[in-house]
């Protein structure tokens, strides 16, 4: 079976500082990985995502994530945080042939303090 | 372009009733997904479609959860006797599906459909 870990459920960080928000995840298989936001009334919103080759992938509005195999992680980063970042942030695995189906994590309350 | 678009944005409904929800998937998009996401919870899969054909109904929940797709395009998640558990937001996801990697995995998601068993 496949799973995602998203061990904190609220991070805050103030404006302009560096934000990381954590994901790990067990797959068999070479994983896809996805990492996605939601903002209040709104569906999932596509950030970015892992298929294959290199391991830190850039995604939409600044963000990027590294894949890390060894340590089955796939963390979110952005170098400086927005106000406008405030969101849920939702990682997602699904293997890389056969089911297609998105196992997702239970997501992290992101908050940018102003 | 249009992305995925749910109808109705909002249902409530008294527990022992039908309802549907619709889907419209991005146009072309052949594979189409439908997720369930629970208050304070990830989503969580139900059934996925590749074209007409359910590929995957792992997902749901029991047998008063059914899907159709009949034309690939345009998709129905039907739940029978509705009860007060099956309040949530019903997701629904497509993709291009290319088989191409790098290209077709990504799964756009609808805005959804809150659900209210009263």
């Known amino acids: 079976a496949q799973s995602v870990a998203q061990p904190e459920d609220q991070v805050n960080v103030a404006e302009g500082n560096p934000l990381t928000v954590k994901c790990t995840y067990s797959v068999s298989g070479n994983p896809y990985l996805f990492w996605y936001v939601q903002y209040p009334n709104r569906g999932l919103q596509f950030l970015l995502k892992?298929?294959?080759?290199?391991?830190l992938v850039k995604g939409s509005y600044g963000f990027e994530a590294e894949f890390n195999k060894s340590q089955t992680s796939f963390h979110l980063k952005k170098p400086s945080a927005l106000v406008s970042d405030s969101a849920l942030y939702f990682c997602a695995v699904r293997k890389s042939f056969g089911n297609e189906k998105l196992t997702f994590g239970t997501g992290t309350r992101l908050t940018i303090i102003p | 372009g249009a992305g995925v678009s749910q109808t109705p944005s909002n249902k409530v409904t008294e527990k022992g009733k039908y309802v549907e929800l619709r889907c419209d998937p991005i146009?072309?998009?052949?594979?189409l997904y439908w997720y369930r996401q629970s208050l304070g919870q990830g989503p969580e899969f139900l059934i996925y479609f590749q074209g007409t054909g359910a590929a995957d109904d792992s997902g749901l929940p029991n047998d008063r959860f059914f899907a159709v797709r009949p034309e690939g395009s345009v998709s129905t998640l039907k739940i029978q006797r509705t009860e007060r558990g099956d309040s949530a937001v019903y997701l629904c996801?497509?993709?291009?599906?290319?088989?191409?990697?790098?290209?077709?995995?990504?799964?756009?998601f609808g805005p959804g459909t809150r659900l209210l068993v009263l």
């Open positions: 892992y298929i294959t080759g290199d391991n």
């Open positions: 146009s072309g998009h052949t594979a």
């Open positions: 996801a497509s993709s291009p599906n290319t088989g191409l990697a790098g290209t077709g995995e990504t799964q756009y």
